[in-house]
């Protein structure tokens, strides 16, 4: 009866519209999302290039072991590649600024400086996994070791990140991927250059000198890191800023 | 609701872009109006928490400006913001709600409503690169309003808008400033005109004025005139006093200007505007540009 008399009441009377709806709803409290949620959404904001330069350089290491087998030209040519891997990695880091987001990034709950922390740290992942897959792959195949491979792989690649890094931090242009691509093009050509013109460069004489230069560019890039995140941090950046 | 301003500064190596300004929002409209140059841009920033004052304080019910908390509460549109190249209207809008904590369900939801108020959902898909000045402004605004911000603060919002856009936005923003602080800054005097409660006039990095309109305009109330004269006598009103509009007319000049009596007998007292306060304050920089650029 109430149900029928609730219906007929529906067909006899308009109801009248909402007063205050806004104000009401602007009242509510929505549910927010946590820092978890914040992580996992920024993943698939990562560039599908990323993915796939990494999973190319993977086959690719594949394919060309089974073709070539793992000598030493073939240990310089994927580590001359191995710098565009973190090249990828560093436009993406750079991105913000590159396309003029910072602004409003960093006027957001969650700001530019943990957006950049959280991109350093998924790719920062993603080019170990890479990396390990393919010193995996090739140290079974070689009789360099896992350490020594890992360093003759590693160093070039460490090279880039910091003079990538060294551009991007003192840099104020917002063309500096381009720079960094330069940097990157530099670093592998020089890596083919040594290892083609010397060649006992990955001979086991040599290994202090590539013990040093792994060393010095890890503590470098670890440096450069340090200071990309300050920058963020302390909105240094913002003198470039127009007044 | 309020959010106060206490001696914010802002040096530069050799320039005072924000010198001491000190001020109390609460809810409402509040309209900054200054030259290029002035220190508007800085002043917003700094509210923001995007740029790091050299001295003095920003707090909303006591939250500093530097917490996460003051970012969870505010809107901002800054006056030149870029875009991803692959993002779409609906992306961008999307991507920026996940940085303002929005759950996935709500972003979305609140996506749609506002491409909806801002009049793109016909290109919410459709690539930013491919918008016009106008369109990825609208999209400014609205990702502004994502978090349903408590401070909502819009660096030009109506540049690059049509007429009728224009005055959308004017009444857009009128309606927000019910139960919130709006604090937009541009130099279409209009805007701030229509739509601000509260004026702030902005000069050398100074609130030089604030108040409602009818107080802003009161110094200069009385003191604009309007003449049509010949030649000679504009040649010579135009030399001594600050001018706020010239028009030819056939053999004649029509001039609007302000004087603190009649300037000529020809001369009609007119109902001040706040253009003409605007154009009053500022009229030695655009004497000094007029000098530079050799215009007479």
Known sequence: MKYKLKKELKTVFDAPAPARKEEFINLLEYPKANRLDFFISQIGYIRKRVWILSLLLFIGTLIGLYFSGASYSFVWVVSSVLPFVSLVTISEIARSITYNMDELEMSCKYNLLEVSLIRIGILGVVNLAVF?????????????????????????????CYGSLFVINRSKSRDTVYICGSVTALVSILNSLISIRIYDIYLERNRMFWAIAFIMFAVLSLKEIVKFIKRMEDLKWNSSLTA | MELVIDRLSKHYKNKMAVDRVSLTLKEGVYGLLGANGSGKTTLMRMICGVLKPTSGEVKFNGIDVSEEKFRDLLGYLPQDFGYYPEFTAYDFLLYLSSLKGLTRQRAKDRTSELLKLVGLS?????????????????????????????????DEPTAGLDPNERVRFRNLISRLGKDRIVLLSTHIVSDVEYIASTILLMKNGQIIHKGPLEEIIRPIEGKVFECLVDCNTAEYLIANYPIINVREEKDKTFLRLVAEKAPCKEAKA???????????????????????????
Request: glycine share 8%; proline share 2%.
């Open chain 2, 270 to 296: 007119v109902t001040a505007v706040l253009e003409d306060l605007y154009l009053y304050y500022f009229n030695k920089e655009a004497n000094k540009s007029e000098q530079l650029y050799g215009i007479n």
């Open chain 1, 132 to 160: 390990i897959g393919i010193l995996l792959l090739l140290s079974g195949k070689t009789d360099l070791g896992f350490i020594r491979l890992g360093i003759y792989l590693s160093t070039p690649y460490l090279l880039n």
């Open chain 2, 122 to 154: 016909d290109v919410a898909k459709k690539k930013i690169k491919s918008f016009s000045g106008g369109m990825k402004q609208r999209l400014g605004i609205a990702q502004a309003l994502l978090n349903n911000p408590k401070i909502l603060v819009l």
